[in-house]
């Protein structure tokens, strides 16, 4: 049986862009006698609700926006029935899908001591360079670029927008870079201090939930979003998505100036079309530093 350590986050308002999650860590097993450890009893997250589904079973109300969730049944008329719930009901109902590119960063100079100082590389302005192109060749109406707000992802903004003219910016900092959850199984080259879990984890979580969701039902026409921002917040949001243990979001891999592609359908389901889909770069051009 695998060992985890699991997260409760409770997400506290997101109003203006921004949240305060609370979480606390489960404790592991302790050893038995002929030194084997104890399967841990795992409390499930507090975003997966007051009960998780099990294995392969998959939570249709996972953004809270599913359309019974929203209906206060105590109000229900009883005179009407049924119709007025499937009036009430279809007023809650997302009609659009929204598909949203998530976009890694360009090649940076990593050793630099100040976050300021992390700007692209020669290979990373063209990299971006070779990803706006991309997007732009698939012909889409994008309605908005969303990035983080560290140099790298606005460098790499500032390229892609440019194949994109008209795509309004948005900056923030609920995409920056940060340890997102304990990843398990664990790795020895990178082991960050418990307290960055606790304030990046808040934050990452926060940055899913408010970016990915269904669409809003007052939204009539399918929307394409971009969030350029960083290779862990991706890799932690396509695991929510897809609602696989979070924790393995360090299995995956993204080259720099990436593309992954989510669709949010009307009825909540997620697919993923694209995974750090590099395809469009020249081999001598892909880099994942």
Known sequence: MAFRQALQLAACGLAGGSAAVLFSAVAVGKPRAGGDAEPRVVE???????AR???GVWDSNWDRREPLSLVNLRKRNLESGEEELASRLDHY?????????????SQYHVDASQEKDRTLTPLGREQAELTGLRLASLGLKFNKIVHSSMTRAIETTDIISKHLPGVSKVSTDLLREGAPIEPDPPVSHWKPEAVQYYEDGARIEAAFRNYIHRADAKQQEDSYEILICHANVIRYIVCR??????EGWLRLSLNNGSITHLVVRPDGRVALRALGDT??????????S
């Open 44 to 50: 499930a997250p507090a975003w997966a609700g007051s």
């Open 53 to 55: 589904p099990g294995p």
């Open 93 to 105: 109902k997302a009609k659009a899908t929204r598909h949203i590119f998530l976009i890694r960063h």
């Open 241 to 246: 998505a897809l609602q696989f243990p979070p």
């Open 279 to 288: 395809g469009f770069m020249p081999p001598d051009k892909i880099s994942r």
